[in-house]
């Protein structure tokens, strides 16, 4: 295996045209700057410079891909090989014009090497960009300086700080690129590079120029840096792109590289630029799939999807419709009342045209929604998603209308948050096709899809919706059926402590500053009041945790055999619904208003709530607030590994990063626990378990025991010992 890598790993040489030597940088599948390929790329462009009859060289990447930067595993280890900067310098410092061909995408490290080209040719469909932030790094192989040199301080910033990937054309206007073809690239650069031979080439060497500057670059630097600390939510990696691009202003080239290499350094060693290149991979292996049974995309296969429905046109039948559309499938849209069917029909018309005028779609596209009240229309439909109440004798009821109704081998999805998949299936003659598809709100912006299966759930149902995950440009993740799947049964736990920490004398305010400091872009009680508080009331009251159907037996303040906070029962009944009514954890100008400001009356309730339940009422740390709202979500995390609920650490990881906005610097609550260590979390979880014994979840899993017990191995083995923990139960 690692023979046939090396072979295929090289930056080969050919002529063409008589004096251009072509050299084709090889490396399946993006072609990336392996120590492999520097090191044969160091040797043929020695050799192609050496070579007399060669007057002008092109460089290009094999299989229509130019390059997608360094290889990221290799900055775990020391790097060796020649060094890609020397590269590079090699490359700006020929004498003979070198060009570039840009197929495919130029992204880091090979946008880096674009740049030491005197000329660069695009392909129109082409990508460029320098990603590195999103890795937790910055372009260290000179692209911090040359960039800056090359086009406008703004674009070069804007483009290094946020790591956005640009089209061919718009790195054309920006003079990024020199010319754009939509013919062959390779071709154009070829006879490019034959007309430019002997011509100077000086003022191509971008390290030779100087970074042209706005009149007050001074104050420009610092606004952009006020803007980067607001909007990074405590990343590093932005502020250390906008010091390198700022020495390309006040350095000369080579102090500028220097500076590069320092940041450089700092970050590869920083615990975020770790948690975010997992978190490239974590997202590229949730893409591979599998269940127990060992179903995975090596023998499962998708159905194809021409039509679709969905049922229920509220908050997120409207945008599972517009997701679907989106991705080219047609959709039927029922609803139980020609009311909510004008409703839901005006919303998603009107979403559609937004679409359209953002994306330019085809009017076709907004044609492709039909609306009706009547489920016998759903009968050549290949997947129907139910997004009705979620209430389960109201979903039964439906499925069961739907197995009789849909042909036989119709996909039957439900969005459900928290119900039981199998217990839905199980009034359909077609349980194998029943399925689970967790959408976020708002479906049709939300990157996670949660994909669901029931015991009796089909690897081919499994399959299609993985598919039409990728279709919808969604991150899909196989998870197993309980309550609350993999994201919600987490999160109840966080949400969970944030009450209790009310209740034992936080506030709102404090408990969100701390969960926005460490990166959610919002705490859990602005979250609360903006989706509404009545989603986890009618949940609690689904559960029997509250309202009519409460199951006797327990007390205010202890029900399902643990501590409960009625806290949010108690708004709810009030009508404080958050947002929506003005008033929820926080108060609003008025309904519907969005902007949170200290709510008075919840405060003087907190302490009467206190004193009426004899509650002695601590002080609530930054330290107490973190642990509590996420040890516990960690420790379920574990739970759920345990159960095999989730295939691996790096899907519960990927769950949270797009599904609830975890700060992706932490790489996801299981990498975070890592990261901390884990016997931290298990004394911490301990510490607090002793304290509040009524409060079962902060009990540590045993398989986070186990993990203790064992040395706390790295994230990457846990597989191992899961299956072993597993197999001794
Ligand atoms: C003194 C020290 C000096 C050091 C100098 C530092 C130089 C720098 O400035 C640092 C860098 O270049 S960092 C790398 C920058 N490049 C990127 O971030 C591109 C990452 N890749 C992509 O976006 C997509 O894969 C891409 C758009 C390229 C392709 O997307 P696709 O959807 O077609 O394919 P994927 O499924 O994403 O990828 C296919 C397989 O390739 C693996 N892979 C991709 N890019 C990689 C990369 N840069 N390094 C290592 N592996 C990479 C990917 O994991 C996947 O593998 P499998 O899942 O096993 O198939
Ligand atoms: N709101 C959220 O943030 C999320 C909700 N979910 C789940 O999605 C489902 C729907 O939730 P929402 O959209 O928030 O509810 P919603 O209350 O906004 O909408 C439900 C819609 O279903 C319609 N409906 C009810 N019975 C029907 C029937 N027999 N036939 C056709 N339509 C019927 C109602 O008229 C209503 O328009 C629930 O299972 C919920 O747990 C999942 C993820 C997030």
């Keep these: 295996m690692t023979q046939t890598l090396a072979a295929a790993t090289m930056a080969a040489y050919r002529r063409a045209a008589g004096c251009i030597a072509v050299i084709t940088l090889t490396n399946p599948p993006v072609n990336t700057l392996s120590y492999l390929l520097r090191e044969s790329f160091y040797e043929t462009f020695r050799r192609a410079n050496a070579d007399a009859e060669v007057k002008a060289i092109v460089i290009c990447g094999a299989d229509g891909k130019f390059c997608g930067g360094a290889d990221i595993k290799e900055f775990a280890g020391k790097f060796s090989g020649p060094s890609l900067v020397a590269l590079i310098d090699d490359v700006e410092q020929s004498k003979k014009p070198v060009v570039a061909a840009i197929e495919g995408m130029a992204l880091g490290g090979g946008l880096e090497l674009a740049l030491g080209c005197h000329y660069r040719i695009a392909h129109t469909k082409a990508q460029v960009g320098f990603p590195e932030v999103t890795l937790g790094l910055l372009p260290a192989a000179g692209g911090s300086q040359r960039l800056p040199r090359l086009i406008t301080l703004t674009s070069a910033l804007e483009l290094i700080t946020t790591g956005r990937r640009i089209s061919a054309p718009e790195a054309l206007k920006l003079g990024i690129v020199d010319k754009v ?252 096709l029943v399925v689970g598809m967790h959408f976020f709100a708002p479906a049709h912006v939300m990157k996670l899809l949660e994909v669901i299966y029931g015991p009796r759930t089909s690897p081919t149902a499994v399959a299609t919706a993985m598919q039409l995950a990728q ?128 709510n008075l009356w919840l405060h003087k309730f907190l302490e009467e709530y206190r004193e009426l339940h004899g509650i002695q009422k601590h002080y609530v740390g930054q330290d107490e607030i973190l642990e509590r709202c996420l040890y516990p979500l960690i420790n379920m995390g574990f739970h759920i590994l345990e159960e095999r609920i989730a295939a691996s650490p790096e899907d519960i990881d990927i769950i949270y990063v797009f599904g609830y906005s975890w700060p992706r610097h932490w790489g996801g609550p299981m990498f975070y626990a890592s990261m901390v260590g884990l016997p931290r979390v298990l004394d911490k979880l301990n510490y607090y378990h002793e304290i509040h014994p009524d409060i079962p979840t902060l009990e540590p899993s045993s398989l986070l025991k186990k993990l203790v017990a064992n040395g706390s191995p790295p994230i990457g083995t846990w597989g191992a010992f899961i299956k072993e923990h597993n197999s001794k139960l």
Aim: charged share 25%; hydrophobic share 40%; glycine share 8%.
């Design 181 to 432: 073809t939509d013919k062959n690239a390779l071709d154009m650069a070829i006879d490019f590079a034959r007309d430019i031979i002997g011509k100077p080439l000086e003022s191509r060497r971008l390290s030779l120029r100087t970074t042209p500057c706005p009149p007050d670059v001074e104050s420009f630097l610092d606004e952009a840096l006020a803007s980067i600390r607001k909007h990074s939510r405590g990343a590093i990696a932005p502020l250390a792109c906008l010091q390198a691009v700022r020495a390309s202003v006040y350095s000369t080239f080579d102090e500028g590289l220097k500076k590069e290499q320092e940041l450089f350094k700092m970050l590869l060693t920083s615990g975020q630029a770790r948690a975010l290149q997992y978190s490239f991979f974590a997202q590229r292996a949730t893409k591979k799939w599998s269940m127990p049974s060992g179903a995975t995309w090596k023998n499962t296969s998708a159905r194809p999807l021409r039509k679709a429905a969905v049922i229920g046109l509220g908050t997120m039948g409207r945008g599972i419709t517009v997701a679907l559309i989106k991705a080219g499938i047609p959709v039927i849209a029922v609803e139980m009342g020609l009311k909510q069917l004008e409703a839901g029909k005006t919303v998603i018309m009107s979403m559609l045209e937004k679409e359209f005028k953002k994306k330019q779609l085809t009017k076709a596209y907004r044609e492709m929604a039909a609306f009706t009240l009547d489920l016998a229309k759903l009968q050549e439909v290949d997947l129907v998603v139910e997004a009705v109440f979620e209430n389960m004798s109201l979903k039964k009821q439906i499925f069961q209308q739907l197995s009789s109704l849909c042909s036989a081998d119709a996909i039957l999805c439900t969005n459900t948050s928290t119900l039981d998949i199998d217990e839905i299936a199980s009034v359909t003659t077609t349980p194998h």
């Design 471 to 598: 279709q919808m440009e969604k991150v899909g993740v196989v998870v197993g059926n309980c309550n609350g799947f993999v994201g919600n049964r987490m999160f109840k736990l966080y949400a969970e402590q944030a009450y209790f920490l009310l209740e034992e004398g936080a506030i709102p305010e404090q408990v969100d500053q701390v969960l926005e400091d460490f990166g959610f872009p919002m705490g859990i009680f602005k979250v609360s009041d903006l989706s509404g508080l009545d989603i986890e009331w009618k949940i609690r009251q689904e559960q029997g945790l509250t309202g009519p159907k409460q199951i006797p037996g327990g007390s205010f303040r202890h029900r399902a055999g643990g501590r409960y906070s009625p806290l949010l029962d108690i708004l709810c009944e009030r009508g404080y619904l958050g947002q929506k009514t003005g008033q929820g954890w926080y108060l609003y100008e008025k309904p519907g208003g969005r902007v949170p400001t200290f």
